[in-house]
C-alpha cells in the first residue's frame, strides 16, 4: 500500500524545533548584529521600497559593526592587484604580459607569481594549518615586531580571528565547570562562545573612570569568586587595544597581567586584532604580549599564550576575506596536534583569506615599486581614522547627560549615557534595557545604527552604547549633527 501522504504531512512533526534544538545555541548573544542590526536591515528594505518617505533620513549608517568597507572605506590597491592576478592566473601568460604590465606594477606582478608558485591555485586546499610559505611569513612579521623567535608549526592560519579564538576556547573548555575570565565590557564574540560550548564566564570589570583600565586587583577578586565556587578557571582573555573600550595597556600593566597569570595558572588569550589602530602611539604604543612575555626572563619559559591578529582591521578592512592567524607560545608540543587534528577536520582556512594574511604581514617596502602608492593609502586611512575618532568623541561629549573615554585605539567609542527617569521607565514598558531603548529611538529617529552597552555586558546601573567612527570622512559633520539633534530631542521627549 502506497503512504498516503496527506495522513503523513498532516502528522508529520518536526524533527527540529526551537525546543529540541541543542539548548547551548539558544543561550548564544551576538549583540553587534542583534536587535539593532535587524532593525537597520528592515529599515534599509523599506526605504530601498518606499524611499524616505515616513523617515526623516534617506540612508542607514552602520555603526555597529567594525566593517570598513561596508562605510565605503577603500581597500589597499596593491592588494587588491595581487590577489586579482592570483584569481586568474591566465593574466600572467606570456601572451597577455603586455597588456597586465600596461595595468599592473613589476613588483605586483613578481608577487603574484610567487604566490602561486608556493600555492598552486588558490582553488585548491592548503594545509590544514594555513600555506607553510605563508606561516613562515608570518613568523618573520612576529620576530621582527618583536625581537623574538617565532615558529611557523606553532601558527595557525584561520578564518578571521573569530575561528581561532572559538577552537582555542574549545580546546580549553574541557567541561561545563571549566570558568574563563572575560573583561566586561567584552565584544561578544566571547561570552557567545562560552554559551555555545557552555563554559562558565568569569566577568572582570575594566575601570570606565581610569580610561578602561586593567587592575590586578580586579582580576584576583573575581578570580577568588569563581574558584570559591567551585569553577575550574583555566584562562584569561585580554583584548589589547579593546573593545568597545578602545584603551591601550600599558607594558607595565601587562607585566603585571602575565605575572597574575602565571601565579593562578592560567592560559592567557591575547586578542590584538586592532594592534595597528593606535591612535595616540607616544603616549599608549601598542606592546604585544609575546614580546612582553619574552622580556620578562627564563621563569616565565612555560608560560602558555594564545596571541591573534586579523585582516578584518588596521587600515586593511578586508574583513569578508576572513583572514586571520594565531600563534601559541608555550602550548605542549601534544596539544599544538590535537589543533591540528580539529583544524584538519575544516580541511583549510580559505586560500584568498590566506593571501591576504600574506600581504598584511608582508607589505612592500621602502625602495618597491609599489611602496608609495602602499604608503599613502594606509596613512591616509590611518590620519582618517585618527580625525574621525577625535571628533566623534568631542561630539559626545558634548551632549548633555554623555561622557565618552577617547580611543586610543581600535574602531570605537563607547560613551557612558545618563538616562532620565521617563526614558528608563519608557523603556521598561517597552521591555527594552535602557540603553537598548535609546539606541532604538537613535536608530528610527536618525538612521544610525549602534550597539547597546547591554550588549556588551556593563557595570550594573550604568549605560552605554558603541559606535563605530567608521562613516566617510566627507559625511562626517552631517552624521555627528544627525547624532546631535536626535540627543536633544531625546531629552526633550523624556525629560519633561
Ligand atoms: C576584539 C575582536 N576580536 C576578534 C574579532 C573577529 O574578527 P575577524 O573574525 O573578522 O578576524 C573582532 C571583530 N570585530 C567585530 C566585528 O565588527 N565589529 C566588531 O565588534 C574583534 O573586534
Same mark, same amino acid.
Given at each position: 500500500?502506497?503512504?498516503?501522504?496527506?495522513?503523513?504531512?498532516?502528522?508529520?512533526?518536526?524533527?527540529?524545533?526551537?525546543?529540541?534544538?541543542?539548548?547551548?545555541?539558544?543561550?548564544?548573544?551576538?549583540?553587534?548584529?542583534?536587535?539593532?542590526?535587524?532593525?537597520?536591515?528592515?529599515?534599509?528594505?523599506?526605504?530601498?521600497?518606499?524611499?524616505?518617505?515616513?523617515?526623516?533620513?534617506?540612508?542607514?549608517?552602520?555603526?555597529?559593526?567594525?566593517?570598513?568597507?561596508?562605510?565605503?572605506?577603500?581597500?589597499?590597491?596593491?592588494?587588491?592587484?595581487?590577489?586579482?592576478?592570483?584569481?586568474?592566473?591566465?593574466?600572467?601568460?606570456?601572451?597577455?604580459?603586455?597588456?597586465?604590465?600596461?595595468?599592473?606594477?613589476?613588483?605586483?606582478?613578481?608577487?603574484?607569481?610567487?604566490? %602561486?608558485? @608556493?600555492?598552486? +591555485?588558490? !582553488?585548491?586546499? &592548503?594545509?590544514? *594549518?594555513? /600555506?607553510?610559505?605563508?606561516?613562515?611569513?608570518?613568523?618573520?612579521?612576529?620576530?621582527?615586531?618583536?625581537?623574538?623567535?617565532?615558529?611557523?608549526?606553532?601558527?595557525? %592560519?584561520? @578564518?578571521?580571528? +573569530?575561528? !581561532?579564538?572559538? &577552537?582555542?576556547? *574549545?580546546? /580549553?573548555?574541557?567541561?561545563?565547570?571549566?570558568?574563563?575570565?572575560?573583561?566586561?565590557?567584552?565584544?561578544?564574540?566571547?561570552?557567545?562562545?562560552?554559551?555555545?560550548?557552555?563554559? @562558565?564566564?568569569?566577568?572582570?570589570?575594566?575601570?570606565?573612570?581610569?580610561?578602561?583600565?586593567?587592575?590586578?586587583?580586579?582580576?584576583?577578586?573575581?578570580?577568588?569568586?569563581?574558584?570559591?565556587?567551585?569553577?575550574?578557571?583555566?584562562?584569561?582573555?585580554?583584548?589589547?587595544?579593546?573593545?568597545?573600550?578602545?584603551?591601550?595597556?600599558?607594558?607595565?600593566?601587562?607585566?603585571?597581567?602575565?605575572?597574575?597569570?602565571?601565579?593562578?595558572?592560567?592560559?592567557?588569550?591575547?586578542?590584538?586584532?586592532?594592534?595597528?589602530?593606535?591612535?595616540?602611539?607616544?603616549?599608549?604604543?601598542?606592546?604585544?604580549?609575546?614580546?612582553?612575555?619574552?622580556?620578562?626572563?627564563?621563569?616565565?619559559?612555560?608560560?602558555?599564550?594564545?596571541?591573534?591578529?586579523?585582516?578584518?582591521?588596521?587600515?586593511?578592512?578586508?574583513?569578508?576575506?576572513?583572514?586571520?592567524?594565531?600563534?601559541?607560545?608555550?602550548?605542549?608540543?601534544?596539544?599544538?596536534?590535537?589543533?591540528?587534528?580539529?583544524?584538519?577536520?575544516?580541511?583549510?582556512?580559505?586560500?584568498?583569506?590566506?593571501?591576504?594574511?600574506?600581504?598584511?604581514?608582508?607589505?612592500?617596502?621602502?625602495?618597491?615599486?609599489?611602496?608609495?602608492?602602499?604608503?599613502?593609502?594606509?596613512?591616509?586611512?590611518?590620519?582618517?581614522?585618527?580625525?574621525?575618532?577625535?571628533?566623534?568623541?568631542?561630539?559626545?561629549?558634548?551632549?548633555?547627560?554623555?561622557?565618552?573615554?577617547?580611543?586610543?585605539?581600535?574602531?570605537?567609542?563607547?560613551?557612558?549615557?545618563?538616562?532620565?527617569?521617563?526614558?528608563?521607565?519608557?523603556?521598561?514598558?517597552?521591555?527594552?534595557?535602557?540603553?537598548?531603548?535609546?539606541?532604538?529611538?537613535?536608530?528610527?529617529?536618525?538612521?544610525?545604527?549602534?550597539?547597546?552597552?547591554?550588549?556588551?555586558?556593563?557595570?550594573?546601573?550604568?549605560?552605554?552604547?558603541?559606535?563605530?567612527?567608521?562613516?566617510?570622512?566627507?559625511?562626517?559633520?552631517?552624521?555627528?549633527?544627525?547624532?546631535?539633534?536626535?540627543?536633544?530631542?531625546?531629552?526633550?521627549?523624556?525629560?519633561?
Amino acid at each position: 500500500m502506497l503512504f498516503d501522504l496527506k495522513l503523513v504531512e498532516t502528522t508529520y512533526s518536526k524533527i527540529l524545533t526551537f525546543e529540541t534544538i541543542n539548548p547551548h545555541i539558544k543561550n548564544v548573544e551576538y549583540a553587534v548584529r542583534g536587535e539593532l542590526a535587524i532593525r537597520a536591515e528592515e529599515i534599509k528594505e523599506e526605504l530601498a521600497k518606499s524611499g524616505p518617505g515616513k523617515f526623516g533620513f534617506d540612508t542607514v549608517v552602520n555603526c555597529n559593526i567594525g566593517n570598513p568597507q561596508q562605510l565605503l572605506q577603500r581597500p589597499i590597491t596593491f592588494f587588491r592587484q595581487v590577489a586579482c592576478l592570483t584569481e586568474y592566473p591566465d593574466l600572467l601568460l606570456p601572451e597577455n604580459r603586455d597588456r597586465v604590465k600596461a595595468l599592473f606594477p613589476s613588483d605586483v606582478i613578481e608577487r603574484a607569481q610567487l604566490m %602561486l608558485k @608556493q600555492i598552486g +591555485s588558490v !582553488g585548491a586546499y &592548503s594545509h590544514s *594549518q594555513g /600555506i607553510l610559505f605563508i606561516r613562515k611569513d608570518v613568523a618573520k612579521f612576529i620576530e621582527e615586531r618583536d625581537g623574538y623567535p617565532s615558529d611557523p608549526s606553532n601558527i595557525f %592560519l584561520t @578564518q578571521g580571528a +573569530s575561528t !581561532g579564538v572559538q &577552537s582555542v576556547l *574549545q580546546l /580549553i573548555i574541557a567541561n561545563s565547570n571549566v570558568g574563563i575570565m572575560i573583561p566586561i565590557p567584552q565584544y561578544p564574540l566571547y561570552s557567545a562562545t562560552l554559551s555555545l560550548f557552555d563554559a @562558565q564566564p568569569v566577568p572582570y570589570y575594566l575601570n570606565e573612570e581610569e580610561n578602561w583600565s586593567l587592575d590586578i586587583s580586579q582580576l584576583t577578586s573575581s578570580l577568588s569568586t569563581a574558584r570559591d565556587k567551585g569553577l575550574n578557571v583555566r584562562a584569561l582573555v585580554i583584548i589589547n587595544p579593546g573593545n568597545p573600550t578602545g584603551q591601550c595597556l600599558t607594558e607595565q600593566n601587562m607585566r603585571e597581567i602575565i605575572d597574575f597569570c602565571h601565579q593562578q595558572h592560567l592560559v592567557l588569550l591575547a586578542d590584538e586584532v586592532y594592534q595597528t589602530n593606535i591612535y595616540q602611539p607616544t603616549e599608549r604604543p601598542f606592546h604585544s604580549f609575546k614580546k612582553v612575555l619574552r622580556s620578562m626572563g627564563s621563569k616565565y619559559d612555560q608560560f602558555e599564550l594564545f596571541s591573534f591578529h586579523s585582516v578584518s582591521k588596521g587600515m586593511i578592512g578586508e574583513c569578508g576575506r576572513r583572514g586571520g592567524y594565531y600563534e601559541c607560545t608555550g602550548i605542549d608540543k601534544q596539544v599544538i596536534e590535537q589543533l591540528y587534528k580539529v583544524a584538519s577536520v575544516g580541511l583549510c582556512p580559505n586560500v584568498p583569506g590566506q593571501i591576504m594574511v600574506d600581504l598584511m604581514v608582508r607589505s612592500p617596502k621602502h625602495g618597491d615599486k609599489s611602496y608609495p602608492l602602499y604608503q599613502k593609502e594606509m596613512s591616509n586611512i590611518y590620519e582618517s581614522l585618527r580625525r574621525r575618532s577625535i571628533k566623534l568623541n568631542e561630539l559626545f561629549n558634548s551632549l548633555e547627560g554623555v561622557s565618552c573615554k577617547d580611543a586610543q585605539g581600535s574602531m570605537y567609542l563607547f560613551p557612558r549615557i545618563y538616562l532620565p527617569v521617563k526614558a528608563i521607565e519608557a523603556a521598561k514598558a517597552a521591555g527594552k534595557q535602557p540603553d537598548e531603548f535609546y539606541c532604538l529611538e537613535m536608530l528610527n529617529a536618525t538612521g544610525v545604527c549602534v550597539v547597546p552597552g547591554s550588549g556588551f555586558h556593563q557595570e550594573e546601573g550604568t549605560w552605554h552604547f558603541r559606535s563605530t567612527f567608521l562613516p566617510p570622512e566627507e559625511l562626517f559633520d552631517g552624521f555627528c549633527e544627525r547624532l546631535k539633534n536626535f540627543h536633544k530631542e531625546f531629552l526633550v521627549k523624556y525629560n519633561g
